[in-house]
């Protein structure tokens, strides 16, 4: 059966499920708070009305294609790391080494963060030539992407801490600070948004600034716990200071190159639709805020499949580590079937509440129709969203990049963003022609992804001593 999931017990599966689910839960919650404050940002900006909300959803389309792409990159970090906390109970590492890893996973984000901070600066000019939106739209979305910039080196500073964190089995304390900066979010979009406390009401653009003060909070309150947790004190992530090694560097660009050229593809079907639908016919901000409403629907959805994707990479990575294939081969089944298990009762979900879920996001009538629509696809697409992302993330777990780059790349733009083109303009779909392909493009990449997962797991065992 499909990677062994039948060869062991159910009293096996009921531990390999738990051990899973402890990294995962946390992971979740954390996840949970993280896509949260794209939700109160969006719920914000809709409150400061409908051009409000269709900046902050152009704009952060942008930041998240930005920081998904560097934070899959940075990804590199968790099998590494993984494997060498994996390998020390069997003598083929040292504790200090995985401190050494982790420093220079600090400079490294460091580097990523001043990349994706130029990278959103530099979009500003294009933004204005590109959308043929109404000028305070416009300028909301210029001033939202001049102050969510500042939050690139924080969120790749804090992606580095978070590899380094979850990999050595202790996620609790991502999930605390996680919590504590969401609910720190609550407030400075109320104050920046709507210029409460003596501050100049920004509308959409306060959203941008309160981002950038909760993802530094984020990184330095995650920083110190770990410098001072006494768990972590063995690995000495914090015991001298290193400068940048360049062969290191490397290490970690080949890895991670095409996790992030993956996420790309991934994220940047979203947000190129996004951008198509603000090239619609007729009333362009209705488009782009329904939109913007299911995006992050569904992305706050979509956590829990990659928390136990998370999880399985780092499970697989540590079962590598020591050795132990036919583990590594088990955890990525028990991930892809608890994944999938779970997806059932989503898709469920999103059917039955469809409508009061969009009237969560606007009062807007003509926003919450189109919205309750887009919801039934992606309602669709559970199922094998949540199969195509954890088996993408267990073939993390043995540092198997490129080949999910490659299936990710054929399904989302040659299956999804180019057929979802043609049947919205040509064939006068509209925003239901992008929807339909996204869901065909998703159900590729789990067939491909799954078939080579068995694969390479499959191949793994034969180098058992």
Request: net charge positive.
């Amino acid at each position: 059966m499909l990677l062994d999931i039948h060869r062991y017990s159910f009293a096996t599966y009921k531990k390999e499920l738990s051990a899973l689910f402890a990294l995962t839960l946390p992971m979740l919650l954390s996840q949970v708070a993280q896509i949260g404050t794209g939700f109160v940002d969006t719920v914000m900006a809709g409150g400061a009305g409908k051009e409000d909300l269709a900046a902050v959803a152009l704009g952060s389309s942008l930041f998240a294609t930005v920081y998904v792409t560097l934070m899959g990159v940075m990804t590199a970090l968790n099998p590494m790391i993984a494997q060498q906390f994996g390998s020390v109970s069997k003598g083929a590492a040292r504790s200090h080494e995985i401190g050494e890893l982790g420093r220079q996973g600090l400079w490294y984000g460091v580097a990523m963060g001043v990349l994706g901070m130029a990278i959103m600066w530099l979009a500003i000019a294009p933004f204005r030539s590109f959308f043929a939106l109404s000028d305070y739209t416009l300028q909301i979305t210029e001033q939202y992407l001049r102050f969510v910039g500042l939050a690139m080196p924080a969120a790749m500073i804090h992606r580095s801490l978070h590899a380094y964190a979850s990999s050595l089995n202790k996620p609790n304390v991502i999930m605390w600070v996680s919590w504590l900066c969401f609910f720190l979010n609550i407030p400075l979009n109320w104050i920046f948004v709507y210029g409460k406390f003596g501050m100049p009401a920004l509308g959409g653009a306060g959203c941008g600034l309160a981002t950038a003060i909760v993802f530094w909070v984020n990184a330095i309150v995650l920083g110190a716990y770990v410098a001072r947790g006494k768990y972590f004190k063995p690995f000495g992530l914090m015991d001298k200071f290193s400068l940048p090694n360049f062969r290191l560097f490397k290490d970690i660009t080949r890895l991670g190159i095409p996790i992030g050229l993956s996420f790309f593809v991934e994220v940047s079907l979203f947000t190129c639709i996004m951008f198509l639908v603000a090239k619609l016919p007729a009333n362009t901000e209705d488009y782009v805020a329904a939109q913007q409403v299911v995006i992050s629907l569904t992305g706050i959805i979509y956590m829990i499949p990659q928390s136990i994707g998370i999880a399985s990479t780092v499970q697989v990575g540590i079962a590598i580590g020591k050795k132990n294939f036919a583990k590594a081969r088990y955890i990525s089944g028990v991930s892809v079937a608890t994944a999938a298990l779970i997806s059932l009762l989503t898709a469920a979900f999103l059917v039955l509440l469809r409508t009061p879920l969009a009237q969560m996001y606007t009062d807007d009538l003509t926003v919450i129709g189109i919205a309750s629509g887009i919801i039934l696809f992606a309602a669709a697409f559970q199922l094998v969203d949540a199969v195509q992302c954890v088996a993408s993330y267990a073939l993390r777990g043995y540092k198997v990049t490129t080949m999910p780059m490659v299936i990710h790349l054929v399904a989302f733009w040659g299956c999804g963003l180019i057929p979802g083109y043609a049947l919205a303009f040509y064939f006068d779909m509209g925003i239901y022609g992008f929807w339909t392909a996204l869901v065909v493009s998703l159900a590729v990449a789990a067939v491909f992804l799954l078939w080579y997962l068995q694969k390479h797991s499959q191949k793994a065992l034969g180098k058992v001593v």
